[in-house]
């Protein structure tokens, strides 16, 4: 038996969109180069600023920014009692504490957290979500999310599951302590 790839599935051809002009002028600029890496990453660019201001919108109707979500949805992934410090907060959104405080300060003004005294450490803080904050970051995310998920209307469950797939294999192998790269040989 031979293992040879299905044939392609008939249908329409996929639409052309903004990347396959660069690629096309590339292609007669210098033909020479192979243009794979910046169709792949071109789209992911592009797919990430549409997607972040669509969110921004989406945020924007609960009063806050994508960055004061993700301070929210932080804590409550934290699971009860909704608290983390200030150090860790920073740690897992990649923040300097200066911006972390900047955030902090905004959303505690508008009573969705609230800083206390760490009980384990006089010199620390504990950063709380308040019950306001807990009702608008359970909203906020089931408001996202849908808006995610009709973004990904257009594939079908086994594309957005291979989409997901081969998204995380490449996120592995970009942000992986380096080595010598096989292709670069550096």
């Known amino acids: ?13 996929p639409r052309r969109d903004p ?3 660069i690629i096309g ?14 169709e792949i990453f071109g789209r992911i660019f592009r797919l990430t600023r549409a997607m972040g201001d ?5 945020y924007a109707q609960f009063g806050i920014a994508r960055g004061e979500f ?15 410090s200030p150090r860790e907060l920073s740690a897992t959104l990649m923040l300097t504490t200066g911006g972390m405080t900047g955030r902090l300060d905004k959303l505690e003004r508008a009573n969705l957290l609230r800083r206390s005294p760490d009980p384990h450490d006089r010199r620390g803080l504990q950063v709380t979500l ?6 608008l970051v359970e909203e906020a995310v089931t408001a996202s ?11 079908t469950p086994a594309q957005s599951t291979q989409l997901a797939d081969l998204l995380r294999q490449l996120l592995t192998a970009t942000t992986a302590p380096t080595e010598t790269s096989p292709h670069t040989g550096r």
């Open 25 to 38: 002028q590339w292609a007669t600029a210098r033909p020479d180069l192979d243009t794979t890496a910046m």
């Open 130 to 135: 308040t019950d306001r904050g807990f009702t």
């Open 19 to 21: 990347v396959d002009a």
């Open 1 to 13: 038996m031979s293992s040879t790839p299905p044939p392609p599935q008939p249908g329409p051809p």
């Open 70 to 84: 993700d301070v929210l949805a932080t804590l409550r992934r934290a699971g009860e009692p909704y608290t983390l």
């Open 54 to 58: 669509r969110l921004e919108r989406v």
């Open 145 to 155: 999310l849908t808006e995610q998920t009709t973004a990904l209307d257009s594939l």
